[in-house]
């Protein structure tokens, strides 16, 4: 028997009455304790727990228009580098060298700092077989798993929800930004996507005066709750009634509806109350890790958070685009580790980097480059065993392909040691095959 | 579909699901015509004069070649502005597609003709985003116009030789040496048999005897290449000759599950839920009967009484499209501009012309998040008082930059509100008891349940007097509700 709930104990909870009226988040410990037995029998096995205040957490950093992995993770020494990057390439006395081979971009000083801390795993060449070099079909192949040359319907993310979490709170899988990614995408949708708390909410507009009667809001609550909640009379004994599913669309969104109202009242009294404990860069991406931070600090029940900074597609004057980009990415990540660290939330937070490819490894006449292939992951949390993962590719011209790096670690691999080891789930069954673990973590 | 049940509500539900819904005078009007005199209206639309012009650059560009040498003879420099600057307008053209066939299903007068359409682009599911081309998404578009409840084999090898999807699924570069086997695999697993009823040998020799069907760059047209095609022999579905992309389609379409196939998948669309095994046949044995011509299947599941059974009618979730169409209509109100529509349909999740892959929008319930569903409620205000501001955020995720120029221009547009005097009548206003049920007609064609009632009962009490505010606050507090998500 489990002496925590469920995430869906939580909204059979909510559905059936106890709390209904009042939409409250909350679960007094012996009434879930109380629920908790009475469903034991019927408990999924398959379904993750998550609380929100313990389990791990992972969030996933897109790096959109495909970095250059080249220059973020230098190999300094090597002759092949400076000849291919005559006007790009950096000198060995500017990176910041890891060892006598390689080092990270002079902007990456935070990441530096957490590599020295032990804190940073660097997984060098990561890719898959038969690149492809356009950013929306090499996007989709990172965000759904999938083999180059097959479609997949579902993302990665979406299978981990579909397979591991089902019946989870919408919250499970929570995603910064206007979109949901294609990562999240599964045969029952489940995350939310955000930009800002205030816009994740059913807005009544200028018409809604609080406390008057033919107030928007509150008439909008009343239309959106399912039918057993309005009766707030109910009993404990509600508790171990039939669960009506009818399964119906009307069904399905009744619950969607309830599912919104509970999740925004959270997510804005999370994003309302909890307060920061670092300074986060004012960038997209320092706003997003520290809206995570903040919702991590808050209890939300999330197993996955995803962010994105875009910007990386450097075709011309790729210098200064690259370090203010980088810059950015170090300081973002050090701001919220130390925010995880403070909070006393690190150990269970792992933070993962992608880009969709690297790219070619000569520079174009314009000052940048053109479309690649591998490039480095980085994987960063207080447990990732710190240091340089798998092999760096050659640079050697007669080892390339069309003029690209070839990969040396296949990122399925990185994604099922993430699923096996840090998640705590199989991962045959999400990413369709068997991939062997990276030992990242 | 037996006379007696041919009504107001299965009217509605002929022309929600064959269309995009209508106002109460026009359900009115196709219930008071027999079944069949209805379907007909809808099905056998040519009779219906269609004056909708095509956009002005939905042509071929005359000085296309000129500007690709130009292109090939600049500067480094000079080459990077001009791509900059034609990717810009494709962009902006695509936008303005959006919104031209937006029109088309809002105002034009062949509402089937738009919703088939709608179901072939989500079928053959083709993206701007790789192919880049305004026109040659437009073409695409019309090709399922004009196409559209044809016969099947016409169809197809249309759209095998339609230049979006020559680019989209790389057959253009297909050549002998090394057959691209991205359409051939695709058009048996999604476009026509589906997964399990084909071979790996199947699509490697298809994709040998599609080599030479490919895209003239210059013409902007299909191009037979016969120095790419491989003549030698090649065995498909376990027949053996010498075959080229035509007879590989004829020999596709001739299996009887590419029948089945289509026929399941039209009746999910219209009808919102699987056929069962029976009924697949049923529909299949219909189309195959009628040569494989979409139009007869059409008629067939209209006037069936399965596609009027209690447990279809308004249990479909409505497409962001169907959402967007079907509000605009019911709100006797005008499309917003292009670029508010596109802002709209993405964030609810349907980006039309750049569907999420090749297989399209999974559809019914997975439309329903709960962000898609605010969003919903949230844009229901931008169509009824005009508030741009829960759109603005409707911007790739992927491109800060162009969001930032997203979200500028956004703020910068303003959209009329709708015109309350337009929906009711005097008589409807004069009181709350007058005013719902005729609130429910217009909106759902059904009943709200007993406390829906009341709460928007106890909404409209609760204000001074039925102002035109007050009635589309009502208004948007009925959109905001899990029913009208559904048609």
Redesign the interface.
């Known amino acids: 028997m489990r002496d925590e709930i469920t995430l869906q104990t939580r909204r059979e909870f909510l559905r059936h009455t106890v709390l209904g009226g009042a939409l409250s988040w909350t679960v007094p410990t012996f009434l879930a304790n109380t629920f908790s037995a009475l469903q034991a029998e019927a408990a999924d096995q398959a379904t993750q727990t998550t609380t929100g205040r313990d389990g791990t957490i992972l969030v996933v950093l897109q790096m959109a228009g495909g970095n250059d992995g080249i220059n973020t993770v230098v190999p300094y020494a090597d002759d092949h580098y400076h000849r291919a990057r005559p006007r790009i390439g950096l000198a060995e006395a500017k990176v910041l060298k890891l060892n006598g081979e390689v080092g990270l971009h002079p902007a990456l000083t935070g990441f530096k700092e957490l590599y020295d801390s032990g804190r940073l795993a660097i997984v060098q060449g990561a890719g898959y077989p038969n690149p492809n070099r356009s950013h929306f079909r090499s996007t989709e192949i990172w965000q759904t798993a999938s083999d180059s040359t097959r479609f997949e319907r579902y993302g990665w993310l979406g299978r981990y929800f579909d397979n591991a979490c089902s019946g989870s709170d919408p919250t499970v899988g929570v995603c910064i930004g206007h979109q949901m990614p294609q990562a999240f995408t599964a045969r029952q949708p489940t995350g939310v996507s955000l930009d800002n708390p205030q816009n994740y909410r059913f807005m009544a507009g200028g018409s809604s005066r609080p406390g008057q009667s033919g107030n928007m809001e509150e008439s909008f609550r009343k239309l959106n709750q399912p039918e057993e909640d309005a009766n707030s009379g109910a009993t404990i004994g509600a508790l171990s009634g039939p669960v009506r599913h009818t399964g119906s669309a009307l069904d399905f969104l009744e619950r969607t509806a309830l599912d919104a109202q509970v999740s925004s009242d959270k997510i804005r009294s999370i994003a309302g109350s909890v307060q920061n404990a670092a300074t986060h860069p004012g960038s997209q991406l320092g706003n997003s890790l520290k809206l995570v931070a903040k919702l991590i600090g808050g209890s939300l029940p999330t197993r996955i958070f995803y962010v994105s900074q875009g910007g990386y597609d450097t075709h011309t004057n790729q210098i200064n685009t690259q370090e203010r980009l980088l810059k950015d990415l170090g300081d973002s990540v050090s701001a919220f580790v130390e925010d995880m660290r403070a909070q006393g939330n690190l150990p269970r937070v792992l933070l993962m980097t992608f880009s969709e490819f690297g790219r070619r490894v000569a520079e174009n006449a314009n000052g940048g480059t053109d479309h690649g292939a591998a490039a480095p992951m980085f994987v960063i949390g207080e447990k990732v065993k710190s240091g340089l993962l798998g092999q760096y590719p050659s640079l050697a011209p007669s080892d390339l392909f069309q003029g690209d790096l070839k990969f040396s670690v296949d990122f399925r691999s990185v994604y099922a040691a993430v699923l096996e080891s840090w998640l705590k789930t199989k991962s045959e069954p999400i990413l369709g095959r068997k991939f062997a673990p990276l030992q990242i973590v | 579909m037996p006379a007696d049940r041919w009504d107001f509500t299965t009217a509605a539900h002929l022309l929600n699901r064959a269309g995009f819904g209508g106002v109460p005078m026009e359900i009115g009007r196709l219930a008071v015509m027999s079944p069949a005199q209805a379907v007909s209206w809808l099905v056998d639309y040519e009779r219906i004069p269609d004056n909708t012009t095509n956009p002005a650059w939905a042509q071929p560009d005359p000085e296309r070649a000129e500007r690709l040498r130009a292109a090939r003879n600049a500067s ?2 000079e080459r ?1 502005k001009l791509v900059q600057e034609m990717q810009k307008n494709q962009r902006e053209q695509i936008v303005e597609l959006r919104a031209w066939w937006l029109q088309r299903m809002a105002c034009g007068p062949r509402p089937l003709q738009e919703k088939m359409t709608l179901f072939w682009h989500g079928h053959f599911a083709t ?1 701007a ?2 192919v880049r081309d305004a026109y040659l998404m437009w073409r695409q578009n019309d090709l399922f116009r004009r196409l559209g409840t044809g016969n099947w084999l016409e169809l197809l090898v249309a759209v095998a030789k339609d230049p979006a999807m020559l680019i989209w699924l790389d057959q253009a570069q297909s050549r002998k040496e090394h057959p691209n ?1 991205n359409f051939a695999r ?1 058009v048996m697993e999604l476009f026509t048999l589906g997964e399990g009823h084909y071979t790996e040998k199947d699509v490697t020799e298809a994709a040998r005897a599609l080599t030479g069907w490919s895209y003239d760059r210059l013409d902007e047209d299909f191009t037979e290449r016969p120095m790419w095609h491989d003549r030698g022999e090649k065995t498909i579905f376990g027949q053996t000759g010498y075959f080229d992309g035509q007879d590989f389609l004829e020999l596709l379409v001739a299996r009887p599950q590419a029948a089945r196939f289509i026929s399941a998948k039209l009746w999910n669309f219209f009808a ?1 839920t699987p056929p069962s095994p029976e009924l697949t046949d049923a529909l299949a044995a219909t189309f195959r009967e009628a040569g494989n011509q979409f139009k007869t299947l059409l008629r067939t599941m209209f006037l069936s009484q399965e596609f009027y059974a209690p447990s279809i009618i308004r ?3 409505k497409s962001p499209v169907q959402w967007l169409v079907g509000s605009v209509r019911m709100l006797e109100r005008p499309l917003p501009p292009p670029l508010v529509c596109t802002g709209l349909t ?2 609810l ?1 349907q980006d039309l012309f750049a569907p ?4 399209g929008w ?1 559809g ?3 439309w ?4 898609t ?2 969003a919903r ?2 844009e229901a ?1 931008t169509l009824l ?1 005009g ?1 741009v ?2 759109v603005a ?9 162009a ?1 930032r120029q997203f979200v500028r221009r956004m703020a910068q547009l303003r959209i009329g509100a709708v015109d309350a005097g337009k929906l009711f009548t005097e008589k409807q206003r004069e009181s709350v008891d007058a005013l719902l049920p005729a609130l429910e007609r217009r909106l759902l064609q059904a009943q709200f ?1 007993p ?2 009632e009341k ?2 009962r ?3 009490g ?2 001074p007097e039925l102002t035109d ?1 007050a009635i589309l ?1 009502a208004i ?2 009925a959109m ?4 009208y ?2 048609t």
Do not use: F
């Open positions: 480094p420099e990077r993206s985003e790789k086997e695709e919102g249990n479909q979730v993405r964030n999740g999420p892959n090749v297989k999974d019914g319930l997975s329903i998040t709960t962000n569903l605010l409620y949230n205000a008082q508030d501001a829960p955020g409707g911007a790739l995720a992927n491109r800060p930059n969001n349940k406390e829906q709460v928007l106890d909404y409209l609760g204000q505010s606050n948007r507090l905001s509700t899990p029913e998500q559904l």
